[in-house]
């Protein structure tokens, strides 16, 4: 069985750091894709950032270059999402997803999705 489990959300003022944590079990983790979705209330899910299998790759949604950084440790089964210079804009709760297809999947191509953890950025 698939588990992806979310942690490190939590209340920030907005100017903080997050460090997101996605631990995964019941798959070979170094054979998927990992990725960092967030949906913040009454809007749809959206992309942030992908990695590579090997980690080699990275790929990000436009509103959060430059701020945060995804990063992975396949001998840990484990994807990061560090997140600096927090915006109320970043409020939403948070999903790693996993995914078997070519880089870089669509989102559509993500088969695994954790239950989400919710960051809140205060102004």
């Known amino acids: 069985q698939v588990q992806l489990v979310e942690s490190g959300g939590g209340l920030v003022q907005a100017g903080g750091s997050l460090r997101l944590s996605c631990a995964a079990s019941?798959?070979?983790?170094?054979?998927?894709?990992m990725g960092w979705f967030r949906q913040a209330p009454g809007q749809e899910r959206e992309f942030v950032a992908g990695?590579?299998?090997?980690?080699?790759?990275?790929t990000s949604t436009d509103s959060v270059k430059g701020r945060f950084t995804i990063s992975r440790d396949n001998a840990k089964n484990t994807v990061y999402l560090q997140m600096n210079s927090l915006n109320a804009e970043d409020t939403a709760v948070y999903y790693c997803?996993?995914?078997?297809?070519?880089?870089?999947?669509?989102?559509?191509?993500?088969?695994?999705w954790g239950q989400g953890t919710q960051v809140t950025v205060s102004s």
């Open positions: 019941g798959l070979t983790f170094r054979s998927y894709v």
């Open positions: 997803a996993a995914s078997s297809a070519s880089w870089a999947p669509l989102p559509d191509e993500y088969k695994y």
């Open positions: 990695i590579s299998r090997g980690g080699a790759r990275t």
